[in-house]
Antibody, heavy 117, light 106 residues
Framework: QVQLEESGPGLMQPSETLSLTCTVSGFSLTSNGVGWVRQPLGKGLVWMGTIWAGGSTNYNSAVQSRLSISRDTSKSQVFLKMNSLQPEDTGTYYC???????????WGQGVMVTVSS | DTVLTQSPALAVSPGERVSISCRASEGVNSYMHWYQQKPGQQPKLLIYKASNLASGVPARFSGSGSGTDFTLTIDPVEADDTATYFCQQSWNDPNTFGAGTKLELK
C-alpha cells in the first residue's frame, strides 16, 4: 500500500528556513520520483520541485534559488528545505509520487505552513 | 510557463452531464491530466494523458482533447462529485496546474 506523509512545523517566521519531511512507504525512492506541490489557501496547485529515482532534481524556476530537495533512501524520506520564507509562502505543502509522464497518482495528506510574524 | 485556463465554477443538477474545460496557452500534446479535490483533502488523479481513466475512478468520468483544448466530462453527475477539478499539463517545463473549476450541485 503506497503512502506518503508530510511532517514539519506549522508556523514559521519571515526570513526563516522551512524544513519538511515526506516519509513514504509501499514503494522505493530509488525507483520512483517524489515531487513537492504547494497550495495557497483557497487557491490552485503549484509544482515546486522533484527528486527523481536516480537522485537528480528539478526545481520550478520561481523558487529555485531558495529551494533544495534531497532524500535518505535508507529511511524512505524526502526532504524539502526552502530559505528566506515570506508570507506568500503560506499554504499547504504536499509531497506526491511523481511519475515520468508527469502525473501525481499518490499524494500525502499535506502539511499546512503559515509564515507570519 | 504554460498557463491553463479553467472556468471558475459550474452548477449542475444530479443526473445531468457536465463538461469542464481547460485551455492551454501553448500546445501540450496529450499530456493533460485531471484531478479532483474535495475540501480538506489532497487531490486525486482522475484522468491521465487526456483520456485515460486512472485506476479505481468510475467510468462516469472521461476526458478528451489534444493540443491546447481539453475537456473533462462527468456523466451522470452524482452528489459526491461536488469538488474542485484541476487540470495539469506535463508536456512543457515546468508542469503547471489550472486554477480549478468548482463544481456545485443544485
Amino acid at each position: 500500500q503506497v503512502q506518503l506523509e508530510e511532517s514539519g512545523p506549522g508556523l514559521m517566521q519571515p526570513s526563516e528556513t522551512l524544513s519538511l519531511t515526506c516519509t513514504v512507504s509501499g514503494f522505493s525512492l530509488t525507483s520512483n520520483g517524489v515531487g513537492w506541490v504547494r497550495q495557497p489557501l483557497g487557491k490552485g496547485l503549484v509544482w515546486m520541485g522533484t527528486i527523481w529515482a536516480g537522485g537528480s532534481t528539478n526545481y520550478n524556476s520561481a523558487v529555485q534559488s531558495r529551494l533544495s530537495i534531497s532524500r535518505d533512501t535508507s529511511k524512505s524520506q524526502v526532504f524539502l528545505k526552502m530559505n528566506s520564507l515570506q508570507p506568500e509562502d503560506t499554504g499547504t505543502y504536499y509531497c506526491a509520487r511523481h511519475y515520468y509522464d508527469g502525473t501525481y497518482y499518490y499524494w500525502g495528506q499535506g502539511v499546512m505552513v503559515t509564515v507570519s510574524s | 510557463d504554460t498557463v491553463l485556463t479553467q472556468s471558475p465554477a459550474l452548477a449542475v443538477s444530479p443526473g445531468e452531464r457536465v463538461s469542464i474545460s481547460c485551455r492551454a496557452s501553448e500546445g501540450v500534446n496529450s499530456y493533460m491530466h485531471w484531478y479532483q479535490q474535495k475540501p480538506g483533502q489532497q487531490p486525486k488523479l482522475l484522468i491521465y494523458k487526456a483520456s485515460n481513466l486512472a485506476s479505481g475512478v468510475p467510468a462516469r468520468f472521461s476526458g478528451s482533447g489534444s493540443g491546447t483544448d481539453f475537456t473533462l466530462t462527468i456523466d451522470p453527475v452524482e452528489a459526491d462529485d461536488t469538488a474542485t477539478y484541476f487540470c495539469q499539463q506535463s508536456w512543457n517545463d515546468p508542469n503547471t496546474f489550472g486554477a480549478g473549476t468548482k463544481l456545485e450541485l443544485k
